[in-house]
């Protein structure tokens, strides 16, 4: 659709500049978090001075986030009442969000609690706006529509992505699930700021449009900190004269220059003008300089408005149905020069924190919230305060710059700490949810004194089968004051004992609740010394046990939870050893992984070949790295003028046989490559000097299992470089399907015929946990956890890369220009040195992504285990238990289960993750009385739905994002 202004005009002119006055207040960017409050508590007792005494300025708006209002209340709590009166009166307007996240990055359920805390934190202010005004994502996802619908938002406002060629001024945009909202695209040259940089540029600044040049001038008062440590923050003026250029014949110029930069894109007579720059003041003269445009000429009339007044306006004065409709994701690139580029590359920076941002959503969404629902349904508490803190500090994380890792260095050294806080207030909760539930267990009905109880929970909507590793203590068997001989096995001959008729957890099986013997390898065995918490001791007191790191082959239902026993019995002996058959262990000789699905053979270089048994295909010199210069910024991969590609494909592993069983096979491969330490400090070269890459990678494969699990650990001492594995496919497709928010969608593959655009092709694309390839008979999947930058290749053999690591150059407080060696070194985040490990997972099928369950793989693949040991007891609930079962469960995906945002229901919230609609049935606990379908910001129902043969009943579209509230008896 080429970007055409084809909308209807119903008025003619004078036509209507609407100006819309706010800033971008980026919280982590240039400074941290705690260096911006100062900067904007400055800015916010200034606004509030301006609006109260100037009613003319209409209004100001702030798109940072509610967080605004938390950061500015905790600098200023003494002004929380001229704020709120301000808010109220619609004199400051905020965004919905709580912060402004990077939505290909983050989960997304991440974007819709976002959502939901900066609109409880708005509600109490007087509300935010209406307009789902996304200041920035590296990209648009193709559920914002039914996102912002879903919290009654009825019009999007975007611009990375974008393009005036590809995307018109003004259109219906339609969702995966076929909802529609219109859609408002901001500019290619300047954004969210054409006001601010041509009409404020050229009249108060008096210099040239984007003009980012200020000359030195004393009457200025410049100050600069001169010091060695605060000598990186920018100048301070501190007099600026606050007049504007009143000459007649200046002012029309600029306003001529500023309708033809905006005219292109004005809605029937309606031209939008955009006062939102980063971190910017309200202007205090503002009123004055529209008067001034106004008083000048008559083609047009300048007021300040509210974007929503603007919004609606701007609706009102177009024919909705002669509006184009425009589909899906918008993933366009910058065609001429500007500020509007796609910025395609954040996925891949400063990866350890997307590392971390991985392992704290999945403990939070998958791990914690679900298990203190389960508790709760069974007469435990929720934790409800402790999870609002860990959605606070996660959500903290979650800014464009900040997840991004596009700020300075200081304001990313903030970031670990905060998901660390979130691991450990989901892990804490989830720990109490499963004592919770485990003392409600009837388990003395199933099992016998002595044994041991093992209970696995199942947070997924789906049974979870297969090798899971456990670490279970037992408690040391006790033969009095008997010394046995270590080597021979003796001891003394005692009246009344007799050591083989004895029940000791030196023997033992893993026995379900019906007594049925489970497949278990115990790995390792020590004695160890455990502190137990007892009320009624000191903490230091402890057990002495046996500790068994062991695996168990199990089998749990969805959403719930069972439990087998570790059972000691007496020694077994075999009087007659006869020849068994050959054992059947998973790791075999000469580097071989093989179980009833796949063959892995690896080769002397660290690549490995994997036949997928049941097709007979067979993938041919996988996982292989290489790494090229990468000397651009945070947003952008850059090579250096002279670049270099670097292999693994000479290099000489070694191999290591970790573990062979018959349960789980293991083969580390170690390798080393020599890269260039860095590229020169102007970047224009690779370096000479190397240094050594260290690289270890573990190839699991367990009984049963469909796919192959790959670690990969490196020591990472070298700068200004991009390090990717590779796995050639032989699948020869135009397209992948990749996971995306709350979709699965379908890209090309081939490279895009770009010219002399500003931004070229974008052969990286982002995604959430798995992409799928397939020609229709043969399939591979590729599974991540927290790596979330991948191309597929446009070569013969269609190989997929996985980007690992993309360093970059530095951002600095305020230095835009080249730095000292000494500044270079001790700016050094973003080249993440140290140690690195990540994991991802290849799945071989032959049918599409969907049939062959590749979300249920994948979700297995990266959703933690909680498992609980304890003693047979009394209880009122069954050993095993699914708490709530969900079909079709190969096509409802489950975003949330928690506790409703007024504390006072329980909520579960899926999607569709399939391109037709399919009726759901849901099968919940007795203690739930009705379920809604309700409102995605829970803010009215829906629907009432109906059970029939003990199932609740609903028929979700496709793509549907669905909320339902289970009200309890």
């Not at 709590?77 to 983050?106: D, F």
Request: with cysteine.
């Amino acid at each position: 659709m080429a970007g055409k202004n084809t909308m209807k005009k119903k008025t003619a002119s004078p036509r209507k500049i609407w100006v819309i006055s706010g800033t971008h207040w980026d919280r982590e960017w240039r400074y941290t978090a705690d260096q911006s409050l100062l900067r904007l508590a400055e800015l916010m007792d200034e606004l509030l001075d301006i609006l109260e005494k100037n009613p003319d300025f209409t209004c100001f708006h702030l798109d940072g986030g509610t967080i605004v209002i938390e950061d500015y209340l905790a600098v200023r709590p003494e002004n929380e009442q001229r704020l709120r009166a301000l808010m109220q009166a619609g004199r400051i307007a905020t965004v919905p969000w709580y912060t402004l996240p990077e939505m290909n990055t983050v989960s997304p359920e991440s974007l819709i609690r976002n959502l939901l805390v900066g609109k409880r934190m708005a509600d109490d202010f007087g509300g935010a706006m209406k307009t789902g005004y996304t200041a920035t994502s590296y990209g648009q996802i193709s559920q914002l529509p039914q996102i912002y619908a879903g919290f009654d938002l009825n019009c999007a406002m975007t611009y990375r992505g974008t393009n005036k060629h590809q995307i018109p001024p003004i259109c219906l945009w339609e969702g995966a699930d076929g909802t529609c909202i219109a859609h408002i695209r901001c500019f290619d040259e300047v954004t969210r700021t054409n006001w601010f940089f041509f009409l404020h540029y050229e009249l108060v600044l008096r210099k040239s449009p984007r003009d980012l040049r200020i000359k030195y001038d004393p009457k200025n008062l410049p100050v600069h900190m001169a010091d060695d440590t605060l000598y990186q923050v920018a100048f301070q003026l501190k007099h600026e004269d606050m007049d504007f250029e009143h000459d007649p014949d200046k002012v029309r110029a600029a306003v001529r220059h500023f309708a033809k930069q905006a005219e292109p894109q004005a809605i029937a007579n309606h031209l939008l003008a955009l006062d939102m720059e980063d971190n910017a003041v309200p202007y205090v003269n503002l009123p004055k300089l529209i008067a001034a445009v106004n008083a000048v000429q008559n083609d047009y009339e300048a007021r300040q408005t509210t974007l929503d007044e603007y919004v609606q306006t701007a609706l009102t004065s177009v024919d909705r149905k002669s509006l184009p409709v425009l589909k899906g994701e918008w993933r366009y690139a910058a065609i001429e020069a500007g500020f509007n580029g796609l910025l395609g590359a954040t996925h891949s920076s400063r990866i350890p924190l997307k590392l971390l941002n991985e392992e704290a959503e999945t403990e939070l969404i998958s791990v914690a919230e679900p298990l203190s629902t389960f508790s709760a349904l069974m007469g435990g508490q929720y934790w409800r305060s402790l999870l609002d803190r860990a959605w606070l500090k996660l959500l903290k994380c979650h800014p464009h710059d900040s997840i991004c890792g596009a700020a300075i260095d200081e304001a990313h050294d903030d970031m670990p700490s905060r998901f660390r806080d979130v691991r450990m207030l989901a892990r804490e909760t989830s720990r109490k949810a499963c004592e919770d539930i485990w003392e409600k267990l009837d388990t003395a009905a199933s099992f016998e004194q002595g044994d041991l109880t093992i209970t696995f929970f199942n947070s997924l909507p789906f049974d979870r089968k297969g090798v899971v590793p456990a670490v279970i203590d037992t408690p040391v068997t006790d033969f009095g004051d008997i010394y046995i001989e270590p080597c021979s096995g003796a001891g003394p001959i005692l009246e009344g004992i007799d050591v083989d008729e004895l029940i000791t957890y030196n023997y033992f099986d893993v026995v379900d609740e019906k007594g049925v013997r489970i497949p278990y390898k115990v790995l390792e065995k020590e004695d160890l010394t455990i502190e137990a918490e007892r009320k009624l001791d000191s903490n230091a007191i402890v057990y002495n046990l046996e500790r068994h790191r062991m695996l168990l082959d199990v089998n749990i239902p969805a959403l719930g939870y069972r439990t087998y026993a570790l059972r000691p019995r007496k020694r077994e002996y075999v009087t007659d050893p006869v020849p068994g058959s050959d054992r059947a262990h998973i790791a075999q000789p000469h580097g071989v992984l093989e179980n009833e699905f796949l063959r892995i053979q690896i080769q002397p270089n660290g690549t490995f070949d994997m036949m997928d048994k049941k097709a007979g295909k067979q993938f041919r010199g996988m996982h292989f790295f290489a790494d090229d210069g990468s000397v651009g910024n945070a947003h952008m991969h850059k090579s250096p003028l002279r670049d270099s590609t670097i292999t693994s494909l000479g290099s000489h592993a070694t191999l290591t046989l970790v573990e062979s069983n018959a349960l789980r096979g293991t083969w580390r491969i170690d390798l080393s490559m020599s890269l260039p330490a860095e590229a020169d400090l102007d970047a224009r070269n690779r370096s000479r000097r190397a240094v050594t890459l260290p690289i270890t990678t573990w190839l699991t494969l367990s009984k049963d299992a469909r796919r192959l699990e790959i670690r990969t650990r490196f020591e990472n001492q070298a700068r200004d470089h991009r390090l990717r594995v590779l796995f050639p496919t032989d699948i020869q497709t135009g397209t992948v399907d990749v996971e995306s928010a709350f979709d699965v969608v379908q890209r090309n593959i081939n490279w895009l015929v770009t010219k002399d655009n500003h931004e070229k092709h974008y052969p990286i694309q982002p995604m959430m946990h798995f992409l799928d390839l397939s020609d229709g008979d043969n399939s591979l999947a590729l599974m991540t956890r927290g790596l979330h930058e991948y191309e597929v290749i446009d070569d013969p053999r269609r190989t997929i890369a996985l980007t690992l690591l993309r360093t970059h150059r530095a951002y600095m407080l305020a230095n835009r220009g080249l730095m000292t060696p000494e500044e270079y070194e001790r700016n050094k985040g973003q080249h993440c040195i140290g140690t690195v490990e990540m994991e991802y997972a290849l799945m071989p099928h032959q049918s599409d992504w969907q049939q062959a369950q590749i979300t249920h793989q994948s979700e297995d693949f990266r959703t933690p285990w909680r498992i609980i040991q304890g003693v047979p007891k009394p209880g009122k609930e069954p050993v095993t238990q699914s708490l709530f079962e969900i079909s079709p469960s190969d096509r409802i995906r489950i975003s949330a289960l928690c506790q409703s945002e007024d504390g006072k229901a329980f909520l579960l919230r899926v999607w569709n993750c399939s391109g037709d609609s399919v009726q759901m049935k849901l099968k919940l606990p007795q203690t739930v009385s009705s379920v809604e379908k309700v409102h995605m910001d829970e803010s009215k129902s829906l629907a009432r739905l109906s059970k029939k043969d003990g199932r609740w009943m609903a028929t979700l579209r496709s793509k549907e994002i669905a909320t339902f509230r289970l009200q309890l008896s």
